[in-house]
């Protein structure tokens, strides 16, 4: 029988993860955070702030779309009143935003982030925690990491519900050691018959 889903642990919350294919010889499984629910949230994000509480945080930046409700979910949980996006789709706001270049495995396109100007003045010269919902490759982590750093920002924490791999930590080189996650997740390559195989080095 084919394999659907990927039972993973994240913080103390278990949950069944749908595996869904993005090539003939990649499948992933798919944490989507606005689907998960207000109270699954809510939990998650009261863990990750665990975890970044010890970095004395002063805002939480995201980057659109699911890593919004995990930058609420921490930012309430830390006591903070305020957090920043980082966009990756242009909105009327954002026609002289800082952008820097992204590449995501889950749209395989070439895109930009984009950050407010009128916000740089809540990021710099302030302790921020960058958090999203997964980190795999590193590409978009890096992005926001490169972007929030020339406006000023000093990045002393990454967070995030769940790695995917190892790729992130090749790629995001020394800066690797600055994430904190509350699960990992494996990537999966076709296997003998219908079967999937895990592959935790990516």
Do not use: C
């Amino acid at each position: 029988m084919e394999r659907t889903s990927y039972h993973v642990a994240i913080g103390t919350q278990e949950v069944d993860l749908p595996l869904v294919a993005l090539s003939d010889s990649l499948t992933l499984a798919l944490l989507i955070t606005v689907d998960m629910g207000v109270d699954f949230m809510r939990h998650a994000g009261e863990e990750l702030a665990e975890l970044l509480r010890p970095y004395d945080i002063d805002i939480v930046a995201t980057v659109a779309t699911m890593g919004i409700p995990v930058a609420i979910e921490v930012s309430r949980a830390l006591g903070l009143d305020q957090y920043v996006i980082l966009h990756k789709t242009p909105k009327i706001h954002l026609a002289d935003a800082v952008s820097e270049p992204v590449r995501s495995i889950t749209t395989n396109a070439d895109q930009r982030l984009l950050f407010d100007r009128a916000r740089i003045a809540d990021v710099a010269g302030k302790r921020v925690a960058i958090v999203d919902d997964v980190v795999s490759t590193g590409a978009s982590t890096g992005a926001a990491l490169r972007l929030l750093r020339r406006v000023g920002a000093d990045v002393v924490a990454i967070g995030t519900l769940v790695t995917e791999a190892a790729l992130w930590q090749q790629s995001l080189g020394d800066d690797a050691t600055m994430v904190h996650a509350l699960g990992a997740l494996p990537i999966f390559h076709p296997g003998e018959g219908d079967t999937l195989q895990e592959n935790w080095l990516g």
